[in-house]
């Protein structure tokens, strides 16, 4: 592969907080210099030189929650699709759920994700395994054996681990061999009551509610245990300001716990089911416009570490019910990055920290080189334009799946070309 070297370029390097104009080269696959400009780096005979326009380059994004079809449900989103639509929104990095069908609680469904990956996929793709087998809650799976097949994390993706007896046995066990347990913070019995936040909002359009408090029950108990154990403990999906409340307290107290958001939670609230849009209907669910705001915040405050695109394709036939019986998901990974980028132009969130939560913090979460410009990391980069107005399309996407919360809307900013390890993927 020939050296690249980008030219004219805006880098955005969250490791340093750098924002500055400036020239990066790539060889084999790897960065090798950043400066303000190519004579200053050395730029090796032969490499191939890409004008910037001076439009912004940044490290990939790592998305931390992605769910794709296979196994079990190829027709929603395959690796071919997802790579194609993850490439398309820069996102070079999927780390992939693992409630599939089969639930991926086995090495040898695992070596399959891994092998059926590395053949069609655009993009790096690590998977988490199950934490309990069958992802129900009762018996846990063999960490050590599935973190020498390829497992960076452990999730029983959007199903609580009710019992707090086999949780503290996972977590110990996860303990042992230092893997990391992402676990989704909704007390199951409260959370299946209902498909909208309790309130009146919820009460005015009839549907049962579930309390907001159903999240703050159960990441009090998670964060206790953790400190119990001693485990590593990432929340996933957080999405109401007493829940912030919880995080702080427990990081002031020492411990080591981190947390995800998914977009539609600090980009959307309740009233956006408007009349029983199917489509905004996500997991979690919508919260009041408070907690919308306090998401934002801690976004911006670095109490949050993570967003996700929560991308959950869903094929029409379950989302075209009544908004109870509807499924609850939306794709997201193609829109991760100019819904995202609201927040830097209304809000103004540095684009450092807001790449400092899309790829440097879940780059260090799943030990990944990448996150970051500095010297040696790998060469996946995101060059995008990020005043670039555009109107998002669901029928235009390239998921399988059309199932977005977010069709319709007008974001501002367009990628304009992705590579993973220096090799153009995208653009």
């Given amino acids: 592969m020939k050296p690249i070297a980008f030219s004219n370029a805006r880098l955005i390097d969250p490791a340093t907080g750098v924002d500055m104009p400036g020239d990066l080269l790539v060889s084999d696959g790897r960065i090798i210099g950043t400066g303000a400009n190519l004579a200053a780096i050395g730029v090796p005979e032969g490499a191939t030189v890409i004008d910037c326009g001076g439009h912004v380059l940044a490290p990939g994004i790592v998305d931390f929650n992605v769910t794709i079809g296979e196994p079990g449900a190829r ?6 699709s997802g790579g194609l639509a993850a490439a398309a929104g820069g996102v070079t990095t999927m780390v992939t759920q693992p409630d599939t069908d089969p639930p991926i609680d ?19 793709v690590l998977p988490k395994a199950t934490v309990t087998k069958g992802a129900l809650g009762r018996e846990m799976t063999e960490y050590g054996f599935l973190r020498d097949a390829g497992a960076v994390a452990f ?6 681990i009710a019992d707090p007896v086999v949780f503290r046995r996972c977590l110990e066990y996860a303990r042992s061999v230092d893997a990391l347990v992402c676990h989704y913070p909704q007390e199951p019995h409260f959370s299946t009551i209902g498909c909208a936040t309790e309130g009146v909002f919820a009460t005015l359009r009839g549907l049962p509610g579930v309390p ?21 403990y990432h929340a996933s999906c ?14 002031e107290n020492g411990m080591d716990v981190t947390c995800s958001i998914a977009v539609p939670h600090f980009a959307l609230n309740e009233l956006d089911i408007a009349d029983f849009r199917t489509f905004s209907k996500v997991l979690p669910p919508l919260r009041h416009e408070d907690d919308r705001a306090a998401m934002e915040e801690g976004i911006a405050s670095g109490l949050i570490d993570v967003i996700v695109s929560a991308h959950r394709p869903l094929d029409e036939e379950s989302k075209r019910l009544p908004y109870a019986q509807a499924a609850a998901g939306g794709v997201g990974v193609e829109t991760l990055l100019p819904v995202t980028l609201d927040l830097h132009h209304r809000v103004g969130v540095p684009l450092t920290t807001l790449f400092e939560r899309l790829s440097l913090a879940p780059a260090r979460l799943v030990g990944l080189e990448a996150g970051h410009l500095g010297k040696g990391a790998l060469a996946d980069l995101v060059l995008f ?4 107005p555009w109107r998002i399309d669901r029928k235009a996407l390239r998921s399988k799946s059309k199932n977005s919360p977010f069709h319709d809307r007008l974001v501002q900013g367009r990628v304009l070309g992705t590579w993973v390890g220096g090799a153009r993927v995208f653009g």
Wanted: net charge positive.
């Fill in 75 to 80: 027709h929603r989103e395959s690796f071919r």
């Fill in 106 to 124: 086995d090495p040898a469904v695992l070596e399959f994700v891994n092998r059926r990956a590395q053949e069609v996929c655009a993009v790096r």
């Fill in 155 to 160: 999730s029983d993706g959007e199903r609580a």
């Fill in 212 to 232: 907001a408090a159903a999240e703050a029950i159960m990441l009090t108990r998670d964060i206790r245990i953790a400190a119990l154990t001693g485990a590593r």
């Fill in 238 to 251: 957080i999405s109401t300001a007493e829940s912030l409340g919880i995080l702080s307290r427990a990081r």
């Fill in 385 to 388: 334009d990020p005043g670039a």
